[in-house]
């Protein structure tokens, strides 16, 4: 069964400084990867996907992640953090066998201070 | 463009009840999926449709739990006798197709069974 872990509950950075938030999945098949991110009183929001090809992918505000097979990753990266960045990330595995089924993890709350 | 909604936003259900939760899709979208959140956790998937077609319900909890896409457009997830444990947010995404393709999430709907 596909699984995805995100270790941290919560992640607090300073601004101006790297961000990183972290996802692992269970190997299965192919995985597809996406990051979707849930602002207070809104829907997720698409950031990124790693389908195939480059490993480090760019998506939406800054944001990239980069996807290492060996190591079952998918870590949510930024180089310099704004406040406005504060939110809940989600981290969702699809494989090619299961066309439609996604599984997400339980979220990571970022905080960013000012 | 419009998003994806859904309706009600919010709704409250005496154990036992039926209640029925809409969602509208992005235009040409052609897959849609429903999604159950618990509070503190990620979305866990429960259906998928590619049009009208439903090709994996795997994630509907019990067969209380109905949901159906006639036309290939607006779908409407249906719940049964309704259970305190059926108490969560029910999120509709919709997508161009399935893999690999990201997903647009509606605001979800609020269940709340008394």
């Known amino acids: 069964a596909q699984s995805v872990a995100q270790p941290e509950d919560q992640v607090n950075v300073a601004e101006g400084n790297p961000l990183t938030v972290k996802c692992t999945y269970s190997?299965?098949?192919?995985?597809?990867l996406f990051w979707y991110v849930q602002y207070p009183n809104r829907g997720l929001q698409f950031l990124l996907k790693y389908i195939t090809g480059d490993n480090l992918v760019k998506g939406s505000y800054g944001f990239e992640a980069e996807f290492n097979k060996s190591q079952t990753s998918f870590h949510l990266k930024k180089p310099s953090a704004l406040v406005s960045d504060s939110a809940l990330y989600f981290c969702a595995v699809r494989f090619n066998t299961n066309a439609g089924k996604s599984t997400f993890g339980d979220g990571t709350t970022l905080t960013v201070k000012p | 463009g419009a998003g994806v909604s859904q309706s009600p936003r919010y709704k409250v259900a005496k154990r036992g009840q039926d209640v029925a939760l809409r969602c509208d899709p992005i235009?040409?979208?052609?897959?849609l999926f429903w999604y159950q959140q618990a509070l503190g956790q990620g979305p866990e998937f429960l259906t998928y449709f590619q049009n009208e077609a439903q090709l994996d319900k795997s994630g509907l909890p019990s067969d209380r739990f109905f949901a159906e896409r006639p036309e290939g457009s607006v779908s409407t997830l249906k719940i049964q006798r309704t259970q305190q444990e059926d108490s969560a947010v029910y999120l509709c995404a919709s997508s161009l197709g399935a893999t690999p393709y990201e997903q647009y999430f509606g605001p979800g709907t609020r269940l709340t069974v008394t």
């Open positions: 190997v299965s098949g192919n995985p597809y």
């Open positions: 235009s040409g979208h052609v897959s």
